[in-house]
C-alpha cells in the first residue's frame, strides 16, 4: 500500500556498500527530505572490493567511493553519513558490528531504520551480496533487541554515554513481497543522479539508468499508483 502521511521525522539508511542505498531507496531519501525529514546513512564497507580497474590500489578505491557516496547522498539531501569501514566481501553480522550499528542508532536516534533484507532472493540474486544480508542481520539485531537494551553492548552505555534507544519501525529494501509503496516519481531523476556519481562502478550508465526507470515503472503499477509513476517498495516491520 502506498506510504500514507506519518509523523516519521528521522530515519537512518544502513547498508553495506556504498551505492546500495542509492539503488535501493534513493528516491524514497529524496522525497523525505524534501518534507523536512532528516535521513542519515550508515555504510557498514568502503566499498573496496567494487569496480574493476586492477590498476588501482584498494586503499584508493576506499577513498574514491566515500567521496563518491557523499556526493551522491548530498543530491539526495543527506549530509550525515557514517563509515563503518568494514572489508568489503567480508561483512559478517558480528558482535561488533552489532554493536557498531547499535552506537549509530543510539546517537541518531532514528524512528525509523531502512536496511537490506537479510533474506536471500532467488528471483533476483544480484540484490543478495552475502554483505547485503549480513548487513541486513545485524541491522535488525541492533534494532531489536541491542540499541534497546542497556544491558547490550554495555561499553557504549558506560564509557560513551549513549542511552537506549528504540526504533519504531523498519524498512526492508529488495524483498520479493514489499508492503508499504513509495511514490518516487518526483524524485526518481534525483536517484539516478546521485547513482550516477558512483562513476567507478559502471561503465554504460545509461543502460542502468534506463533498466532503473522500468523497474521503478514496473513497481509503480503492479502496486496501483496508475500510468506514469515510478515508485520504491518495502517490506515495513512493525518493531515497538
Not at 556526493?71 to 569501514?85: N, P, Q, R
Not at 544480508?133 to 542497556?150: I, K
Request: include cysteine.
Amino acid at each position: 500500500m502506498p506510504e500514507g502521511d506519518d509523523s516519521v521525522q528521522r530515519i537512518l539508511v544502513v547498508v553495506a556498500h556504498p551505492d546500495d542505498c542509492d539503488f535501493g531507496c534513493a528516491g524514497s531519501t529524496a522525497r523525505w527530505t524534501s518534507e523536512g525529514r532528516e535521513v542519515s546513512y550508515c555504510i557498514v564497507t568502503d566499498g573496496d572490493a567494487g569496480g574493476s580497474d586492477r590498476s588501482v590500489t584498494r586503499a584508493d578505491v576506499a577513498q574514491l567511493r566515500r567521496r563518491e557516496q557523499t556526493a551522491a547522498a548530498a543530491v539526495v539531501g543527506v549530509s550525515d553519513i557514517a563509515f563503518l569501514g568494514y572489508a568489503d566481501g567480508k561483512v559478517q553480522s558480528s558482535i561488533e558490528l552489532r554493536r557498531d550499528i547499535t552506537r549509530v542508532i543510539r546517537q541518531r536516534k532514528p524512528q525509523r531504520v531502512v536496511t537490506q533484507s537479510p533474506e536471500r532472493n532467488y528471483q533476483r540474486i544480484f540484490a543478495s551480496h552475502p554483505d547485503h544480508l549480513a548487513a541486513g542481520e545485524a541491522a535488525l539485531c541492533a534494532v531489536y533487541p541491542d540499541s534497546r537494551n542497556p544491558f547490550a553492548h554495555m561499553e557504549l552505555l558506560e564509557q560513551e554515554g549513549l542511552e537506549p534507544h528504540t526504533v519504531e519501525e523498519v524498512y526492508l529494501m529488495a524483498m520479493m513481497q514489499g508492503d508499504t509503496v513509495v511514490d518516487i516519481t518526483g524524485t526518481i531523476d534525483r536517484k539516478l543522479e546521485a547513482l550516477r556519481c558512483h562513476a567507478s562502478q559502471y561503465d554504460n550508465f545509461e543502460e542502468l539508468a534506463a533498466r532503473l526507470r522500468e523497474w521503478a515503472r514496473l513497481n509503480a503499477e503492479q502496486n496501483h499508483l496508475g500510468e506514469g509513476r515510478s515508485a520504491e517498495s518495502f517490506l515495513r516491520v512493525p518493531t515497538t
